[in-house]
């Protein structure tokens, strides 16, 4: 409810009431400037604070990503293994061709029986005999191989070493394989 003024009839006093009054609440003090010295001085410090928590986190991440380093992992997805029963980036797929990082790679100077396609059963189990012995040769150390060249029938073949030495020449004394046109042995 409120209380509607009524002015005070003529010849009253009117009472007015003081409040009381406070003194003022001080406020308060200012901060005095840091001098400039101290200013470069914070300034400092937050940039080596700051760049000491990137070099933790990069030790860290680096740390991390070492420790799971695992060298069997690496080794095993450089080998070579048949192409029928492997995921990895290098395999044999016959005696003459195989797949390196992921690439179809047909050996310069070689043919060999084929295991896919093949005329007979006895030229089948030639290659697949060629394609084991291809695998050991290429398990047996480092392996490079050339850039594209073509050869005489035109096809698009690459040299293949391990430790330096040409798989062609230790596949034609195994008998697994022949030179490109050569009729000199049948496989069936």
Not at 60 to 86: H, L
Not at 92 to 113: C, Y
Not at 132 to 140: F, M, S
Not at 154 to 176: I, P, Y
Request: charged share 25%.
């Amino acid at each position: 409810m409120s209380k509607h003024f009524t002015p005070p009839a003529r010849g009253q006093k009117v009472t007015v009431r003081r409040s009381i009054r406070r003194e003022p609440v001080p406020l308060a003090k200012k901060p005095e400037p840091r001098s400039d010295e101290v200013e470069t001085l914070m300034g400092m410090a937050g940039v080596l604070s700051v760049t000491a928590a990137m070099v933790a986190l990069i030790v860290g991440i680096a740390w991390v990503t070492y420790s799971r380093f695992d060298p069997a992992a690496a080794a095993e997805a450089k080998r070579f293994a048949q192409c029928y029963n492997w995921n990895g980036p290098n395999c044999v797929i016959d005696g003459d061709t195989i797949q390196v990082n992921h690439e179809v790679v047909e050996i310069a100077g070689l043919e060999a029986p084929r295991i896919n396609g093949s005329r007979c059963e006895a030229e089948r189990t030639r290659g697949i005999q060629a394609a084991v012995r291809l695998a050991d040769l290429l398990n047996g150390g480092a392996v490079s191989v050339s850039a594209p060249i073509r050869d005489p029938s035109g096809r698009e073949v690459r040299n293949v070493k391990v430790k330096g030495e040409d798989v062609r020449f230790a596949m034609l004394e195994a008998e697994l394989a022949r030179q490109p046109g050569s009729i000199s042995r049948k496989w069936c």
